[in-house]
């Protein structure tokens, strides 16, 4: 299935399928030296914050996390990442609760249990919180809070994304 | 009224199931509002007759949950268990069962005598869903009625289900929420256990301690932990524990949740139809603009200047009304009542002080109104959501920011405000940093003050700073309290953002005359009694030379023929103006002042300054007209030229004592009435001491370092 690279696991090597963005990112891509169709090793990704670490043609590029969140990449494995890095459109499953205390307590009453399916509506202007919708309800909280549920992606909110050609790519 | 004939209903459901316009329906006007004692949560209680019997209302806080994880769901939980109410109608909202119906499971589990009244049924109409409410009925085993308190429907049959079932005309329904028989096991052998102990299984239901305690509930396990029933108990507890680690790898709370929500979303499964073709909610509609990550921070920030700006702008024209009353009330009693003690007791004791408080009513009545609306229209959720991060950084809950801005108006309704604040922590962090936000009392003093020592291409910038600096005083004090007294309590932000609806003329003028009463019934008791005690320590004792001294002096006038009689009554007021002066610096209020002088002095502040800081704490109004009367001015406001002479002909004073002075009256404790209303909202003594202590500490550093600062750089 088609997955963002921010998604990917450490030490995975994948193909670059597309992007889900504009020409902007597309050249942002090949300024950086990549390109669709380019084979890369993922060998940092600290999940949260800050840029990823690639290896391509044994040479390390640091890719900032927005432009990562849009290269698309093919997986077979199921995508499992914790709730705070999903994008918006998103649609995932409760896999597991680490939450513990008050906290814990109040997202099962809530009905974060597992197996339940979470689609993500927004993110704040600030960035912080998220907005889920669950169960005919949206729900929001902290990414701090989002940081100790584990998801699995179902399915991938590529807005607007639809074909694999693009206009203004040759060939 | 046949005592036996009086239902004790309570009112159970989450938050925005519309439970209070359902109970306002209910009992219409009679109702009254109290405290749940011991916690600020506010309990509302009312009464109808139907058929012949007095049914009392108890409109139980919303909840999503029995558990004790907030003050509400404590409230809740020990009103139903405790009190056994003779019916308990559970409120939810019809379009959104999943979430409400949990709560219905655990009142399932204390088997209270369950009325459902599905709420807001003329949306689930309106966007076609289709529900089987008999077989809703059997799986839940309670009495389920479509309502509606749009249309008004549903109210009546609510009315006749309670009665009915009081009486025994339709049956109790019960049915319990049977688990997985690996948990029902455990269940069952607990059961057995606690029925030994027949004090705690009359008083308690041994199904819902044993349910309880697989879910690890503190509040439960505090209950049997001292019964000698529980060394049995816990032996069958721990090996369910052990078992449900080791056999299915999870834990007993989040297997019993997950089987609650599993039966939950097979009951729905079962007996509601959605249909197809949902086209975009308006609520997504409303929230793509509302919130949105453009616009969302801008819609956010007008929001927030609109209630302040109704609040107080739109409050000042009846505010003015209520003083001029006063005022003219004072007058009318001055003229009627003799000289003495006893006019000046009601005139400037009680009708000042009373007065000084009531003024306050139009500012509270639009600020909670406004506040209701947001509440009720499902805005204020989404205003948390979009400043939280900002707040968030200094421990702070999104929710503090409406009572925080309010503060800068006054911190009366400021504190009122923080209700809205669930977690202690953070409703206690918000009360003790209002203080910091300069309320608009304030304003006259810096106006005077800054507009005396500095030019007046400076006084601006001054005036902007003093604010300034009271806001970031107030986030350090924030950050510092929730890493000290609060360490680690920050209230989870996990909140619904509920549909957009428009809520009810009556519920929002229900709940704004709520507040106003609360505010009134204050005011009537605590604060007159406060009013006259200040009027004492500002006339009390009195010097009898000095009184004879003036009274020898207005005789000496009388007998002067040089004077005509205008002349005559002009050196008259100024003889009355300076024996005030010397009776109130002769008085318990002047002797303070003197007392705390050596307080003050490393502030840079003298007796006089030290006196009228004394005074403002009854109220930051009287800070300037104090300095008027020890003056000997008479009664003046802050752009009195005056006392701004005199107080620039004082070599004492300068620029550094002038900030020293204002960083003072901005950190302290504002005004009397002020600290009444904080003590009701905090709870306990002990905040109220330390609100009392941390602004008067706050303020005495401060003003301190700004003193030595300003003194080093403008000297």
Not at chain 2, 619 to 641: Q, R
């Amino acid at each position: 299935m088609i997955s963002r690279l921010t998604y990917c696991e450490e030490g995975f090597s994948v193909v670059i399928k597309d992007l889900n963005a504009g020409i902007g990112a597309l050249q942002n891509l090949n300024n950086l030296g990549l390109n669709i169709g380019d084979t890369i090793k993922l060998l940092e990704n600290s999940r949260q914050e800050g840029p990823l670490s690639v290896e391509f043609n044994s040479r390390e590029i640091r890719i900032g996390r927005e432009l990562a969140g849009k290269i698309l990449i093919e997986t077979e494995s199921p995508v499992i990442v914790t709730l705070d890095q999903v994008k918006v459109g998103d649609i995932v499953e409760v896999t597991k609760m680490n939450s513990a205390g008050d906290i814990r307590y109040r997202l099962l009453d809530m009905g974060l249990v597992r197996g339940v399916k979470l689609k993500v509506i927004r993110f704040a202007p600030l960035g912080d919180p998220i907005e889920v919708k669950i169960n005919e309800f949206m729900l929001s909280l902290r990414l701090e809070e989002a940081r100790s549920i584990e998801v699995k992606i179902l399915e991938f909110g590529l807005n607007g994304y639809r074909s694999k050609k693009r206009w203004w790519t040759k060939g | 009224m046949n005592k036996d004939r009086e239902i004790l209903v309570a009112l159970a459901g989450n938050p925005n199931s519309g439970k209070t316009s359902l109970f306002n329906k209910l009992v219409g006007a009679n109702q009254k509002v109290g405290n749940w004692s011991g916690v600020t949560v506010e309990k509302y209680e009312g009464a109808t007759s139907h058929k012949g019997f007095k049914i009392k209302v108890i409109d139980l806080p919303g909840t999503y949950s029995l558990t004790t994880y907030s003050p509400e769901e404590v409230v809740a939980r020990n009103f139903l268990v405790d009190e056994k109410p003779d019916v308990v109608v559970n409120v939810i909202d019809a379009t959104n069962l999943e979430r409400n119906l949990y709560l219905t499971t655990q009142l399932i589990d204390i088997q209270a005598n369950l009325i459902v009244a599905l709420n807001m049924y003329d949306e689930v109409e309106d966007q076609k869903i289709i529900i089987d409410h008999n077989q809703l009925e059997r799986l839940f085993g309670a009495h389920m009625i479509p309502t509606s308190t749009t249309k008004n429907s549903g109210i009546q049959s609510v009315l006749d289900h309670i009665v009915d079932l009081y009486t025994g005309a339709i049956d109790v329904k019960r049915n319990k929420l049977n688990f997985s028989a690996h948990l029902e096991y455990y269940i069952e052998k607990m059961v057995e256990i606690f029925l030994t102990d027949k004090e705690l299984s009359a008083k308690y239901l041994p199904r819902w301690l044993a349910i309880k305690l697989l879910v690890n509930d503190k509040a439960v396990y505090d209950l049997v932990r001292d019964r000698s029933v529980w060394t049995n108990v816990n032996k069958v507890l721990s090996e369910a524990v052990y078992k449900t680690g080791n056999e299915f790898n999870t834990d007993t709370e989040l297997m019993l949740k997950e089987e609650r929500h599993a039966f939950i979303r097979g009951a729905i499964k079962e007996t509601v139809r959605r249909s197809n073709n949902r086209k975009k909610s308006t609520t997504d509609l409303i929230d793509s603009i509302l919130i949105n990550r453009i616009t969302g921070l801008p819609i956010f920030a007008l929001f927030m200047w609109l209630i302040f700006q109704l609040t107080f702008s739109l409050g000042e024209a009846p505010m003015l009304w209520i003083e001029s009353a006063f005022n003219h009330l004072s007058i009318y009693m001055s003229s009627v009542l003799p000289d003495g003690m006893t006019k000046s007791i009601i005139v400037d004791g009680i009708i000042a002080g009373v007065g000084g408080v009531v003024v306050f009513l139009p500012n509270i009545m639009i600020l909670f109104l406004a506040l209701a609306f947001l509440e009720g229209t499902g805005y204020m959720a989404r205003a948390a959501f979009v400043i939280d991060k900002v707040m968030h950084k200094f421990g702070l809950h999104g929710k503090s920011f409406i009572p925080m801005i309010t503060g800068f108006g006054c911190s009366v309704p400021a504190f009122m405000a923080t209700r809205t604040l669930k977690n202690e922590s953070d409703r206690i962090t918000t009360l003790l940093i209002i203080p910091f936000m300069s309320c608009g009392a304030k304003f006259p003093v810096y106006v005077l003050i800054a507009g005396t020592f500095f030019e007046q291409s400076m006084a601006g910038n001054v005036l902007f700073g003093i604010y300034l600096f009271g806001v970031i005083i107030a986030l350090i004090s924030a950050k510092l309290l929730k890493s000290t007294f609060f360490k680690g309590e920050s209230e989870p932000f996990v909140m619904e953002l509920p549909p957009y609806r428009m809520p009810s003329v009556k519920t929002l003028l229900f709940q704004m005359w709520h507040k106003a009463a609360i505010y009134l019934r204050k005011a009537g008791t605590i604060i007159l009694f406060a009013a006259v005690l200040i009027w004492f320590a500002s006339n009390f004792p009195r010097s009898v030379d000095i009184e004879k001294y003036y009274e020898d002096q207005r005789l000496m006038l009388e007998l002067n023929s040089e004077y005509d009689n205008n002349k005559r009554n002009e050196l008259k007021e100024k003889l009355r103006v300076k024996e005030l002066a010397e009776q109130i610096e002769y008085s318990i209020v002047g002797r303070l002042g003197h007392l705390i002088e050596p307080l003050v002095s490393p502030l840079g502040l003298d007796w006089r300054l030290g006196i009228s800081l004394v005074t403002g704490i009854a109220a930051k109004e009287i800070v300037v007209s104090t300095m008027g009367t020890i003056y000997s001015l008479g009664d003046i406001d802050e752009n009195s030229a005056a006392l701004r002479e005199r107080l620039l002909a004082n070599p004492d004073y300068n620029q550094a004592v002038a900030l020293s002075f204002m960083v003072f009256v901005l950190l302290y404790i504002p005004c009397f009435a002020a600290s009444i209303v904080f003590h009701r909202e905090a709870g306990k003594w002990k905040w109220t001491f330390f609100y009392i202590f941390y602004t008067v500490a706050v303020a005495w550093l401060m003003s301190f370092i700004v003193y030595r600062i300003s003194l080093f750089l403008l000297m």
